[in-house]
């Protein structure tokens, strides 16, 4: 998995390619914990190929975090994805664009 940061201001968007699981979710949640000074994430899952449990515990951790700031938004999922998502009930939780 790569973790691309593009930062505008208080606005950071984070381009995850490659596979989020168990070995890659702990490389993720260091990159978000690290934003402390950001306002607003979008994640940009246009690379993303899959999604384990241990993603969707990062992807939960980083939305309530950002719920007390501007938000957090996933943007550009796949159909993969997407059904991980909607049969977990995350696509209920997560605002995905």
Known sequence: ???????????VTLS??????TITA???????????EATSLEIDFTKL???????LRVLLSAHKAF????????????????DIFDVTGFKDILNIK
């Open 1 to 11: 998995m790569t973790v691309t940061k593009n930062q505008n201001g208080t606005a």
């Open 16 to 21: 995850v390619a490659g596979r989020l699981d």
């Open 26 to 36: 702990p490389d993720l949640e260091k990159e978000i914990q690290s934003l402390a």
């Open 49 to 55: 190929e899959y999604i384990s449990s241990a993603g």
């Open 67 to 82: 719920a007390k700031k501007g938000g957090m938004t996933i943007t550009n999922v796949n159909e993969t994805v997407l």
